[in-house]
């Protein structure tokens, strides 16, 4: 690969939105621009990762190595070049498009009581939790308006999927949550499919930044299974967005040892109990540890917090989960 390509590819994937992306922040700012915070790379306990965004690159005192975005993607996910630079090419981020979206639809979550109304019959109250997810509500009917007053052609919001073929907003009666690269839309209504998401890839585990660190990590099926375990207090908890994993997702459980607790929604039809079990054949098969937690029949992760459960009895599911 030429250095202009590369050059391109680099200009393209600034360092900084690759590191928010894993949920890097900031601890504080230097002068010209430069950031620092803990290091993603090792263990790190006072900030000691230097960024630099205009050159887009970054030093750690504490482990002394730094680079540019390759770089970084070759340490963190510990692989060569050449992977390092396929894993950022297949990852460029929530485009613009889909980001000036999600900031409409958070615009409008506190505009609109029905939203709130069904966060609420969901557990979720936290404003910290709505702030930490970037809760948003699809109305319907506003978000082609807005997207083209910002100068978005009509066919690339058809191309996004956000608007339908006869011009209409995609997404209606829907709490959004963003993703790496995608929107994923849970309808309030009973009345249309639950859950739905636009055309492009589903990604990665969701927040999986935060989760991998841990040497037990929680898996659950759902958006709102994850944030009632969030809001519960639990950290190392991660979700696949269905029950079914992605060859990414499944390597993202394997990178490091670790014990991944499966807490899939105990549905009377039993397809999350048996997705599952077979996913815990394929870690065990991998070297991963999997415990299977049973939750009360008819129960996921959400309605177990919902209908009065607490974070105690949660922990005692977790510590009676069989491998
Ligand atoms: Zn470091």
Redesign the pocket.
């Known amino acids: 690969m030429s250095r202009d390509v590369l050059d391109q590819l680099k200009q393209q994937i600034p360092l900084l939105d690759s590191l928010r992306a894993q949920d890097w922040r900031p601890s504080w700012q230097l002068t010209g621009g430069r950031l620092v915070g803990l290091?993603p790379?090792?263990s790190?306990h006072k900030p000691?990762?230097l960024v630099d965004p205009g050159k887009s690159l970054f030093y750690?005192y504490?482990?002394g190595?730094g680079g540019d975005v390759i770089r970084f993607a070759e340490i963190y996910h510990q692989v060569k070049f050449p992977q390092a630079l396929a894993l950022l090419q297949q990852w460029r981020g929530l485009p613009p498009l889909l980001q000036h979206a999600a900031g409409f639809y958070r615009m409008q979550l506190h505009r609109h009581g029905e939203a709130i109304a069904y966060l609420h019959q969901r557990g979720i109250r936290s404003p910290e939790l709505i702030e930490h997810l970037q809760v948003g509500y699809a109305p319907g009917g506003c978000l082609r308006g807005w997207l083209t007053q910002l100068g978005y052609p009509l066919p690339a919001l058809r191309q996004a999927g956000l608007v339908s073929v006869a011009g209409y907003d995609a997404y209606m009666h829907r709490i959004v949550f963003p993703l790496e690269c995608n929107l994923y839309g849970r309808s309030i209504s009973t009345s249309a499919p639950p859950h739905r998401f636009l055309p492009a890839a589903k990604g990665g585990l969701y927040y999986w930044e935060q989760a991998r660190s841990y040497p037990e990590v929680i898996l659950v099926e759902g958006l709102f299974d994850y944030a009632a375990l969030w809001q519960a207090g639990f950290q190392n908890v991660s979700c696949s967005l269905g029950n079914r994993l992605n060859t990414r997702q499944f390597r993202q459980l394997c990178d490091r040892p670790r014990t991944v607790y499966l807490a899939f929604d105990a549905d009377s039809n039993g397809s999350g109990q048996r997705a599952a079990q077979c996913l815990s054949r394929s870690l065990r098969e991998r070297g991963i540890s999997a415990r299977l937690v049973s939750l009360p029949e008819g129960h996921d992760p959400n309605s177990f917090f919902v209908q009065g459960g607490d974070a105690t009895q949660f922990q005692s599911l977790l510590e009676a989960a069989r491998p």
């Open positions: 290091c790379l090792h790190d000691s990762f750690c504490g482990c190595r």
